[in-house]
């Protein structure tokens, strides 16, 4: 096949290859095409793998085995061992021990505290040849997906310091389909490892990060070889005013929200009602800006899901006049840090922000930063301020919730994960109730009151082509395809 270019116009190019870095949005794309993982998802939303020779889960042992393939290589030739796979399991439990299913593994919260986790396994986690036993505490529903997950991308044991857990290789050897030839600030480029030739995808692709406003986005849009990757909110914000009407487009499932969150260290948001009476005004300045085009929703979880509110069902905080007025002169008089990135094309969370902070404080100034420090100015009280996007696996969506809010997972959950209740109340999920549903709405309704994380709009993902004949029908099941998965495959060697 020829080589195919994906199109990035509204994220930078990785900054990790780690796949503990894996739960930044800039970084698991790349990572899928780099790594294995034990378990992968087909497009028809079956568990399979390229890695283990079986996996099973016995759900009245509380167990899983999962054997590895005796035979598989890293790219630069040495051979993936047991212990490979079992790191990339285990480093992911000593980081973050209360990660979804991670947690109920028998012995690991109190292996996680050791100085040194890593130099044992915990006791829940046996080797026994090319086979990994896992036991847990507590009988799961779909325990196998996780481990499907890219934070569980398998890299050399070598690679890993045992005593730090940090990660040692600059860009470890991969171990998935791709291996990549070229990176910079603008692109990757990724050939086709020859081990794997049962894989009918081409033999070259590039991830090519732009912008709308750039000569190289317009320079490849109409290019056969060419596919655009992006969230519908592009699409209708303005952003992508030139793209070809006669484009094809494969959309990804009606499952994405996004959300601001807020620092509550940072007064007056420290007080939950003003973070309340802001996104208020936040959430109206959005409607004033783009009701007719994009979808707003207060609810974490979009129509298709479970749990789902409208906006009127979301009983808001009874707020007096007086105390609206008290917050908005609090957020004016504290002179609250807040940035922007150094873009010339602002992200739509930036315009809203920016008018909403105009509206609030007109004399209030944004600082201006590059995309990668958002992060650190978040958590450290530089900004007030936080947008993401997330959305949930049809296969797992309870797990994927409890994953949204695992402690030191995130940056952008970061308070709001550490609320007791939302805790309290997400553990407390049990998808074999009959108040699931209900139990959710819950959640949705917590959320909203404790205002730290706040879902403002609903949003899909999509493909797009030029050459209808690159991208392939998309099963709404699956959340997050592999990127060489849209692709049409050939029949035929290349």
Same mark, same amino acid.
């Given at each position: 096949?020829?080589?195919?270019? $994906?199109?990035?116009?509204?994220?930078?190019?990785?900054?990790?290859?780690?796949?503990?870095?894996?739960? /930044?949005?800039? /970084?698991?794309?790349?990572?899928?095409?780099?790594?294995?993982?034990?378990?992968?998802?087909?497009?028809?939303?079956?568990?399979?793998?390229?890695?283990?020779?079986?996996?099973?889960?016995?759900?009245?042992?509380?167990?899983?085995?999962?054997?590895?393939?005796?035979?598989?290589?890293?790219?630069?030739?040495?051979?993936?061992?047991?212990?490979?796979?079992?790191?990339?399991?285990?480093?992911?439990?000593?980081?973050?021990?209360? $990660?979804?299913?991670?947690?109920?593994?028998?012995?690991?919260?109190?292996?996680?505290?050791?100085?040194?986790?890593?130099?044992?396994?915990?006791?829940?986690?046996?080797?026994?040849?090319?086979?990994?036993?896992?036991?847990?505490?507590?009988?799961?529903?779909?325990?196998?997906?996780?481990?499907?997950?890219?934070?569980?991308?398998?890299?050399?044991?070598?690679?890993?310091?045992?005593?730090?857990?940090?990660?040692?290789?600059?860009?470890?050897?991969?171990?998935?389909?791709?291996?990549?030839?070229?990176?910079?600030?603008?692109?990757?480029?990724?050939?086709?490892?020859?081990?794997?030739?049962?894989?009918?995808?081409?033999?070259?692709?590039?991830?090519?990060?732009?912008?709308?406003?750039?000569?190289?986005?317009?320079?490849?849009?109409?290019?056969?070889?060419?596919?655009?990757?992006?969230?519908?909110?592009?699409?209708?914000?303005?952003?992508?005013?030139?793209?070809?009407?006669?484009?094809?487009?494969?959309?990804?499932?009606?499952?994405?929200?996004?959300?601001?969150?807020?620092? !509550?260290?940072?007064?007056?948001?420290?007080?939950?009602?003003?973070?309340?009476?802001?996104?208020?005004?936040?959430?109206?300045?959005?409607?004033?800006?783009?009701?007719?085009?994009?979808?707003?929703?207060?609810?974490?979880?979009? !129509?298709?899901?479970?749990?789902?509110?409208?906006?009127?069902?979301?009983?808001?905080?009874?707020?007096?006049?007086?105390?609206?007025?008290?917050?908005?002169?609090?957020?004016?008089?504290?002179?609250?840090?807040?940035?922007?990135?150094?873009?010339?094309?602002?992200?739509?969370?930036?315009?809203?922000?920016?008018?909403?902070?105009?509206?609030?404080?007109?004399?209030?100034?944004?600082?201006?930063?590059?995309?990668?420090?958002?992060?650190?100015?978040?958590?450290?009280?530089?900004?007030?301020?936080?947008?993401?996007?997330?959305?949930?696996?049809?296969?797992?969506?309870?797990?994927?919730?409890?994953?949204?809010?695992?402690?030191?997972?995130?940056?952008?959950?970061?308070?709001?994960?550490?609320?007791?209740?939302?805790?309290?109340?997400?553990?407390?999920?049990?998808?074999?109730?009959?108040?699931?549903?209900?139990?959710?709405?819950?959640?949705?309704?917590?959320?909203?009151?404790?205002?730290?994380?706040?879902?403002?709009?609903?949003?899909?993902?999509?493909?797009?082509?030029? /050459?209808?004949?690159?991208?392939?029908?998309? !099963?709404?099941?699956?959340?997050? !395809?592999?990127?060489?998965?849209?692709?049409?495959?050939?029949?035929?060697?290349?």
């Amino acid at each position: 096949m020829k080589p195919v270019n $994906f199109i990035f116009f509204d994220m930078p190019a990785p900054n990790s290859f780690d796949p503990l870095d894996a739960d /930044n949005g800039i /970084n698991l794309n790349a990572m899928r095409m780099l790594y294995l993982t034990p378990l992968e998802v087909s497009l028809d939303n079956k568990l399979t793998s390229t890695i283990l020779k079986s996996f099973k889960y016995d759900r009245e042992n509380k167990e899983i085995s999962l054997e590895v393939h005796s035979d598989l290589l890293f790219s630069d030739g040495s051979k993936i061992e047991v212990n490979d796979v079992v790191i990339a399991i285990t480093r992911m439990a000593s980081r973050r021990p209360k $990660f979804p299913v991670l947690k109920d593994i028998e012995g690991v919260q109190e292996w996680a505290k050791l100085e040194a986790p890593l130099k044992q396994l915990p006791k829940g986690i046996q080797v026994v040849g090319q086979t990994i036993k896992i036991h847990f505490t507590k009988q799961h529903s779909s325990p196998l997906f996780r481990f499907s997950l890219e934070l569980f991308s398998i890299i050399p044991s070598r690679c890993i310091d045992l005593n730090s857990g940090k990660m040692t290789c600059a860009t470890p050897p991969f171990s998935g389909y791709y291996a990549l030839v070229k990176s910079d600030a603008q692109s990757l480029s990724f050939k086709k490892r020859t081990e794997y030739k049962m894989l009918q995808y081409p033999q070259d692709i590039s991830f090519i990060y732009t912008s709308p406003t750039q000569n190289l986005f317009k320079e490849y849009i109409e290019r056969d070889d060419t596919v655009i990757y992006g969230m519908d909110l592009r699409l209708k914000d303005g952003t992508l005013q030139d793209i070809p009407q006669s484009m094809h487009f494969e959309w990804l499932p009606a499952a994405r929200f996004v959300y601001l969150s807020i620092n !509550p260290n940072i007064k007056p948001f420290n007080d939950p009602l003003c973070r309340v009476v802001f996104m208020e005004v936040f959430r109206e300045t959005t409607k004033v800006l783009f009701q007719n085009h994009l979808t707003l929703s207060s609810s974490l979880f979009t !129509p298709i899901m479970s749990g789902y509110l409208k906006d009127e069902e979301l009983t808001q905080m009874p707020l007096s006049p007086e105390q609206e007025a008290s917050c908005l002169d609090r957020i004016v008089h504290e002179k609250i840090p807040w940035h922007i990135s150094d873009s010339s094309n602002l992200a739509l969370s930036e315009k809203i922000l920016f008018d909403t902070m105009k509206k609030i404080a007109p004399q209030s100034k944004p600082h201006i930063t590059s995309f990668s420090e958002r992060d650190s100015q978040f958590l450290k009280g530089e900004n007030s301020f936080y947008a993401g996007s997330s959305g949930f696996w049809a296969e797992d969506p309870i797990g994927d919730l409890q994953m949204f809010f695992t402690p030191k997972l995130h940056n952008s959950t970061a308070f709001a994960g550490h609320s007791t209740m939302l805790q309290q109340q997400l553990s407390e999920l049990d998808d074999a109730s009959s108040s699931l549903a209900l139990d959710l709405k819950q959640i949705n309704t917590t959320l909203y009151h404790e205002a730290l994380l706040n879902v403002f709009l609903h949003s899909r993902r999509f493909f797009a082509a030029h /050459n209808k004949e690159l991208l392939q029908s998309l !099963p709404q099941a699956v959340s997050s !395809p592999a990127f060489y998965q849209v692709l049409k495959a050939e029949s035929s060697n290349d």
